[in-house]
């Protein structure tokens, strides 16, 4: 049986990710690490270890791996894109610094490693439609430059020394049970929250700009297959195009409509997130992660809607 840590485990996807290797794996062997201020609570408490796991401290994370004899880390300390270019010193120091504590702290204790990318990798440059595996890769934001550096970083450390390194180019990720922050996707979160709300949504990103998006439980069976993956069929290791859907916020609009009918929606473009969504892909060609390690996407945008209009209204109304 694996024994797992994850650093970020209160974040959006740490939260979930943890309760799900927590029911597969059993509870007791994964490790649950947060930071200082964001310590688990309730269920993610109650049900396995947790651990003051910062990743600007890798004596403290040997610690715990020497503590649980862990053997796989799960790294999802981050600031997403738009909190990386109002904090870009603080972003390197966790994006960049933290995944090179690991990776030595992985190559010392023989650890797999399990980091996300982004569609953040890319930049204006990229191709934008069916974005390929293998392309160029040349952001401009400090969010971008840390995932592409992390990327290499990853490769490097299974070439050179052996470490079990795999990871996943996150699109943007919705979810009902921990909100993100920061992020230039976040938008496709709080819409449904507004229309569950009965609000007029204040949409930052304008009509027409299009970002590939994932639902969680799409994206959490993504990290924890491609883990599980047979090594042998990898060609590809840091890191996976993996897609779902990808839409602009009038899709995402009328998807909604067919649940609220009477939602409304307004444009007030944030121009940082703005000029960062233009940036990055419209939509990824995910078929090297359908070939290496049977990656396929359960949720469109309809099933992914109605499920969020669901979830939400039994959170916010019983
Ligand atoms: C963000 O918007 O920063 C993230 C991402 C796509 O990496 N959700």
Redesign the pocket.
């Known amino acids: 049986m694996r024994k797992v840590l994850i650093i970020g485990s209160t974040g959006q996807i740490g939260s979930e990710l943890t309760m799900e290797l927590r029911s597969k794996y059993g509870n007791q062997n994964i490790v649950a690490g947060f930071i200082r201020g964001a310590e688990p609570k309730g269920a993610l408490r109650e049900s396995g270890p947790s651990e003051e796991a910062d990743i600007t401290d890798p004596a403290q994370i040997a610690g715990i791996v020497g503590k649980y004899k862990i053997d796989t880390i799960y790294n999802m300390a981050a600031l997403?894109?738009?909190a990386a270019e109002a904090k870009p010193q603080l972003a390197w120091k966790i994006g960049l610094e933290g995944l090179f504590n690991v990776l030595e702290i992985a190559r010392e204790m023989k650890c797999a490693v399990f980091t996300p990318s982004?569609?953040?990798a890319f930049g204006a440059n990229t191709p934008k439609d069916k974005t390929p595996q293998d392309t160029v890769q040349r952001p401009q934001t400090m969010?971008g430059v840390t995932k592409v550096a992390g990327e290499l970083l990853g490769d490097y450390y299974f070439k050179r020394f052996g470490v079990d390194t795999r990871s996943v180019r996150?699109?943007?990720?919705i979810s009902h049970v921990t909100p993100?922050g920061?992020?230039?996707?976040?938008y496709a979160v709080q819409i449904y929250y507004s229309a569950v709300a009965g609000e007029v949504f204040k949409s930052p990103i304008s009509a027409g700009t299009f970002?590939d998006m994932m639902y969680m439980p799409d994206a959490l069976c993504a990290a924890i297959s491609l883990m599980e993956a047979d090594p042998e069929r990898l060609v590809h290791r840091n890191s996976f195009n993996i897609a779902s859907m990808s839409f602009d916020p009038e899709m995402i609009r009328s998807a909604i409509l067919k649940y609220v009918p009477g939602f409304r929606m307004e444009y007030e473009p944030d121009p940082v997130r703005q000029a960062i969504a233009d940036s990055w892909p419209n939509s990824l060609d995910d078929s090297c992660a359908r070939e290496e390690w049977g990656w396929s996407p359960k949720y469109n945008l309809d099933s992914m809607t109605e499920n969020m209009l669901e979830a939400i209204e039994d959170k916010l109304h019983t």
């Open positions: 997403l894109s738009a982004s569609i953040g969010y996150f699109p943007g990720l993100p920061g992020g230039t996707t976040d970002m």
